[in-house]
């Protein structure tokens, strides 16, 4: 008996059958880097222009969390996808390695700097510790397969990087840009440092809320003031705080000159409090009657001096805009140490700071009552301390949302300290700043407001801290006058020489004398540091502008949505402040990752989810298809079943290349590739398709629309691939001579779309698509990342057999298949092939259908196709088609052995028994014809 199976065209399953993607994957990863990958792309790409894509802060601790797994991928997706579109689009990955987390982390281990550890040696621990959590976490991201120069990234702590960091700040200095001052800002009592807005968040927190009186010290004057009141009893100003450690700095009470007071009769006692507001005080202290006694603008009390609560002093009344009826009582407790407000609105006073409070949140020693008492713990002794001075008026606790240190999660207070600050207002800087987003394209849409509510009231910036982990502010203060050295911009570029050699430990040890000589004596040296926010801000100068492989500005900022207050925000200003221009041309914003119910992950919750545990269970490719998978623009949802089920996608898109590769054995582009005219109609279509698949995934990458590729690409998989095309050609790919112009055509239409595709997932699922791209018969120049997207040629849209005739087509399979799955299911028709089908078409439908003529049998894949008029319908299943009603019946005739088709002429050839007259045709003769499917 002849063995027809070895007669038939059998594809190879090589691909499919390499170990799982976890184990694969850093092997592959091993020959990249043996092989120069990177390498070959950008030289592949020299001379083209440049995409550059600017890295934004990923620091954290040496460990990749799922955010920064998303944004790493990101970035990788983005650069492939222009590397492919012809870009030389270099990737300099960076991390920003100063600043108090790692600061805490040392002084953890080896003590605090100054008092157990030598600082410099301090400096070294912090620089060996950054370098170690750098070194893991590169490791981690190289692990995702993100390409990038990871021998040459760039750290805000190399010697060259803190140089310019410097160099930068001489600039903004050169620009009229920088400025000391003393006033409130927000400070870290735990960092004991000065914090920006960029670095505050806010979580809730229990305060007390209380309603403190200020006795009206000589109630002569204010009755000479306001006329006679009546009454009895005691007459005071009744503030309301929700700080009430501020109030031993206590120095005035402001009004509002314009607003309404009323003086109310409760019990023995005279109250003073908004008009407005009486109600709400009367309400919120359960004062009950009261009687009103008279009333008078704030600015009759102007000066009117004011017990203390609880000191032996008198503060007075003072009058400010900021005084509003939004809440409390309309009277202010006024204490310039701790409120920008109150510090300006004292400053008109000549009202200025006292300094209770020292860096760590202490009471100082000369404070009466709360010496050495922390500001975290005061509150309840100065209720205490109000309640024996009979001036506590009221008291409760609430949760409201208070500003906290986003690097120690501990609340911040206000606090007045000299500083250095990037002015907003001089030179019209924020102005500049707030012109400059307009020619900014930001993605998504929404990011363009957000960064503008951030700039709207953006107060100067303070960029100094006190800190010894960090690069230094390199100026000469005179001792006198405060003002810098008139050298100084000659003096900054003299140290950053010195730290490109020695780090910045060049300025903590220069000797004053060796840069200014006799003139040392006359100035101070700053010892303060920068803010953090400033190292990664000017990373467009100190890194962009450094490098002769990128540009400024760059094409594209990414980073995660929290960095409008960020990154993005310090990159503009300083960029505005040096250069009077946007460091970017696109900003790309994408959300956290949450679990699959939104909430945020937490580890105490227990619902983070590891990277690394993703890799080594699934593989690396499977969180990119992820990543791409998701809609970016808001929160990412990730759980165990979120990532099964894109396990399971990836598997289709998988098998999709599987059938492309083990169905290109044999052939050998050089002898076999057939010319575009000579394909077969339905091969001419699917190149067609995927030509306006290729047109989609090209713009879903120009737009940064990812989820639309995903979408797109599976579709094209499981729907015009799987469901029609690649189903309908296995009878010719496996039951047609082997180098017939059947199974050539098709292969030649598989290797166009292999070439497409392979390129198409490259920057998804980049392990994925190096394996195929292996696989891929014919000569290959470098690795698919260094290559262009595939040419593919489109159909005529009047071509008798265009892509809306194959459309047609298309629903007509779709019907009868669903007839044939009915008679599956109550007749037991087993195989599609079994069923002969008869189609009752209209002459429209039917003309349609005539165009490929006996064929329409493979199509439908099935072993007979009748087409008859509509007219003639009996017992027939109407169908979404218009013009088409379908009957099946099952085949009586014999099954080929070969091509499995229930055929009249099985055994017709007395030497083929077993076989069709088709089948004998491709074994032993010319080969059968096919024109169109």
């Known amino acids: 008996m002849t063995d027809y199976k070895s007669t038939l065209n059998l594809p190879s399953t090589k691909f499919a059958m390499k170990a799982n993607l976890a184990q694969r994957e850093p092997q592959m990863l091993k020959r990249w880097y043996e092989q120069d990958i990177y390498g070959q792309i950008r030289k592949a790409r020299e001379g083209a222009d440049k995409f550059i894509l600017h890295d934004g802060p990923p620091y954290a601790n040496g460990e990749i969390h799922i955010g920064h797994a998303v944004n790493k991928i990101l970035k990788d997706i983005i650069i492939k996808s222009k590397t492919l579109s012809g870009y030389d689009a270099p990737y300099v990955p960076g991390w920003d390695c100063h600043g108090l987390p790692i600061e805490n982390q040392v002084e953890k281990k080896i003590g605090k700097a100054g008092v157990k550890v030598e600082f410099a040696q301090f ?68 960092g004991r440092s000065a914090l920006a807005e960029a670095e505050v968040e806010y979580q809730d927190k229990t305060s007390y809320s209380i309603d403190v009186k200020f006795p009206v010290v000589d109630e002569a004057e204010l009755v000479e003031r306001i006329g006679e009141c009546g009454g009895s009893g005691q007459i005071s100003v009744v503030i309301w705080t929700t700080t009430p450690w501020t109030l031993p700095v206590n120095q005035a009470v402001s009004l509002n000159a314009e607003l309404e007071y009323v003086v109310l009769q409760h019990g023995d006692q005279r109250l003073i409090v908004a008009a407005a507001l009486k109600d709400s005080v009367v309400a919120r202290a359960e004062l009950g009657d009261v009687e009103e006694l ?18 032996h002093k ?27 407000e109150d510090f300006n609105v004292g400053k008109k006073y000549g009202i200025g700071t006292i300094n209770y409070i020292d860096d760590g949140g202490y009471y100082r020693e000369t404070v009466p009552l709360f010496a050495g008492e922390h500001v975290y713990k005061v509150d309840e002794k100065v209720v205490t301390a109000l309640q024996e001075h009979s001036m506590l008026l009221h008291q409760e606790k609430f949760v409201h949302s208070y500003p906290h240190c986003w690097r120690t999660k501990t609340p911040l207070i206000y606090r007045a300290t000299p500083q250095w600050f990037i002015s907003m207002s001089a030179n019209k800087l924020l102005e500049n700043v707030n012109k400059s987003v307009d020619n900014v394209q930001w993605i998504p849409d929404w990011g363009e407001m957000r960064i503008r509510s951030m700039l709207e009231s953006s107060p100067d910036w303070c960029v100094s801290r006190q800190r010894t982990w960090g690069v230094p502010i390199t100026l000469f203060v005179h001792k006198e006058t405060e003002e810098l050295h008139p050298r100084t911009s000659e003096l900054i570029e003299a140290v950053a020489k010195l730290i490109e050699k020695d780090g910045m430990e060049a300025w903590f040890e220069a000797d004053p004398k060796d840069l200014l000589g006799d003139e040392a004596e006359q100035y101070n040296k700053v010892s303060d540091t920068l803010d953090v926010w400033f190292d990664s801000g000017v990373t467009h100068f100190s890194v962009m502008q450094q490098r002769d492989n990128l540009a400024y500005p760059a094409d594209l900022y990414l980073e995660g949505s929290d960095q409008h207050r960020g990154w993005f925000q310090s990159s503009l200003k300083t960029a505005m402040a040096i250069n009077n221009s946007a460091p970017y041309r696109q900003v790309l914003t994408h959300g956290f990752a949450v679990d699959a119910d ?15 545990k993703v890799m080594n269970d699934l593989g690396g490719d499977v969180l990119r298809l992820w990543v791409a998978a998701t809609d970016f623009s808001g929160d990412m949802s990730v759980s165990e079943e979120i990532l099964k089920r894109t396990a399971d996608s990836y598997r289709r898109i998988r098998n999709t290349a599987r059938f492309f590769l083990s169905n290109l054995s044999g052939f050998d582009p050089k002898q076999h590739l057939l ?3 000579e394909l077969i109609a339905l091969d001419k279509w699917a190149i067609d398709c995927a030509a306006r698949f290729q047109e989609d995934i090209l713009a879903g990458y120009d ?5 639309t590729i995903y979408q797109k690409l599976h579709n094209f998989c499981v729907v015009d691939m799987g469901g029609y095309y690649l189903d309908i050609i296995k009878d010719r790919q496996y039951t047609t001579q082997e180098n017939s112009r059947a199974r050539r055509s098709a292969q030649t239409a598989l290797y166009h779309i292999v070439n497409a595709f392979v390129r198409w997932i490259a920057p998804i699922l980049s392990f ?28 005529s849209s009047d071509s008798e057999f265009s892509s809306e005739y194959w459309s047609f087509i298309a629903e007509v399979k779709t019907a009868v298949n669903k007839v044939i799955e009915e008679k599956r299911n109550s007749e037991g028709l087993g195989s599609s092939l079994a069923a002969e089908v008869t189609l009752y078409c209209s002459d429209d439908v039917a003309t349609k ?14 072993s007979s196709v009748a087409v008859k008029p509509f007219e003639q319908a009996n017992n027939a299943v109407s169908a979404e088609v218009e013009g088409l009603q379908i009957a099946v019946t099952k085949s009586e005739h014999k099954k080929c052995a070969r091509c499995w088709h229930f055929r009249e002429d099985v055994g017709a050839d007395e030497n083929h028994p077993e076989i069709c007259t088709r089948c004998v045709m491709n074994i032993e003769g010319d080969g059968e014809p096919r024109e169109f499917c």
Request: hydrophobic share 40%.
């Open 123 to 190: 400096r070294k621990k912090c620089r060996e510790y950054a370098a170690k959590q750098v070194a893991g976490q590169k490791q981690g991201f190289i692990r995702l397969g993100v390409f990038g120069d990871w021998d040459n990234p760039y750290l805000t702590m190399d010697f060259k990087t803190e140089a310019d960091i410097v160099r930068a700040l001489g600039r903004i200095v050169d620009n009229g840009h920088l400025v000391k001052g003393y006033k409130p800002v927000y400070w870290s009592v735990a």
């Open 294 to 311: 008279a009333r008078f603008k704030g600015v009759d009390a102007e000066n009117l001096l004011l017990q203390h609560p609880f000191y």
């Open 314 to 340: 008198k503060v007075p009344i003072i009058l400010g805009d900021h005084v509003t009826t939004d809440a409390g009582t309309g009277c202010v407790h006024t204490a310039p140490d701790h409120g920008v």
């Open 598 to 612: 939104g909430k945020k992950m937490s580890k105490s919750l227990g619902n983070t989810i590891s990277p690394q």
């Open 675 to 677: 010319p575009y005219e």
């Open 703 to 707: 737009s940064y629309q990812l989820h």
């Open 768 to 795: 994925t698509a190096d394996e195929i791209w292996q696989e891929i018969p014919g000569e290959k120049d470098g690795p698919v990342f260094a290559a262009t997207w595939w040419p593919l040629q489109r159909l």
């Open 849 to 862: 259908l005539a165009r490929i003529g006996d064929e329409l049998r493979f199509v439908l894949i099935c």
